[in-house]
T-cell receptor, first 112, second 114 residues
Framework: QKEVEQNSGPLSVPEGAIASLNCTYSDRGSQSFFWYRQYSGKSPELIMF????GDKEDGRFTAQLNKASQYVSLLIRDSQPSDSATYLC????????????FGTGTRLKVLA | DVKVTQSSRYLVKRTGEKVFLECVQDMDHENMFWYRQDPGLGLRLIYF???????EKGDIPEGYSVSREKKERFSLILESASTNQTSMYLC?????????????FGPGTRLTVL
């Protein structure tokens, strides 16, 4: 069974701090990696995607991928109370498949 | 603007009833997905479709079937609803031409089976 694992949290950080969210995956053939944000009572929305080893930055968000360690992370700089949500890590398996595997999500609370 | 809509936000059904959940996307996407989301279990794929009349089982297809007669519409059917199918159901769509491989989600249907 291919798995994507995340700590469920809650992860609490003060406003203005860096929030660090982590995700590990079991399938070495995984090709694409995604971070979705889900506010309570709402549906997930994509905030970052990454395909290559290393860092990818977009505004206050940085995704980090280490395929050798099968590890992907999301850093949120200058965390705001509006960042409080559940963050879902998702992995798309090998090319040519349509399937995504989602982690159970990490709940982030940014304290004002 | 990208849009995925689902037929109901909330639905209450009785055990044994046949239940239809409908999803429509207006983005001309090839791929459509049905997930259920439960606390502690995350998003689990029930079925997906990569073309009209094409479907593939996801990780938890038992007790469900799907129909895709038109590109924009993907229906999830609970043949005989049971209490363990009480859940949040999310539909999503994506395009093979999208380099981001982004899945766009509908607002969800919270189904309660009594």
């Amino acid at each position: 069974q291919k798995e994507v694992e995340q700590n469920s949290g809650p992860l609490s950080v003060p406003e203005g701090a860096i929030a660090s969210l982590n995700c590990t995956y079991s399938d070495r053939g995984s090709q694409s990696f995604f971070w979705y944000r889900q506010y309570s009572g709402k549906s997930p929305e994509l905030i970052m995607f990454i395909y290559s080893n290393g860092d990818k930055e977009d505004g206050r968000f940085t995704a980090q991928l280490n395929k050798a360690s099968q590890y992907v992370s999301l850093l949120i700089r200058d965390s705001q109370p509006s960042d409080s949500a559940t963050y879902l890590c998702a992995v798309k398996l090998v090319a040519g498949t349509y399937k995504y595997i989602f982690g159970t999500g990490t709940r982030l609370k940014v304290l004002a | 603007d990208v849009k995925v809509t689902q037929s109901s936000r909330y639905l209450v059904k009785r055990t044994g009833e046949k239940v239809f959940l409908e999803c429509v996307q207006d983005m001309d996407h090839e791929n459509m997905f049905w997930y259920r989301q439960d606390p502690g279990l995350g998003l689990r794929l029930i079925y997906f479709s990569y073309d009209v009349k094409m479907k593939e089982k996801g990780d938890i297809p038992e007790g469900y079937s799907v129909s895709r007669e038109k590109k924009e519409r993907f229906s999830l059917i609970l043949e005989s609803a049971s209490t363990n199918q009480t859940s949040m159901y999310l539909c999503a769509s994506s395009s093979e031409g999208d380099r981001r491989n982004e899945q766009f989600f509908g607002p969800g249907t919270r189904l309660t089976v009594l």
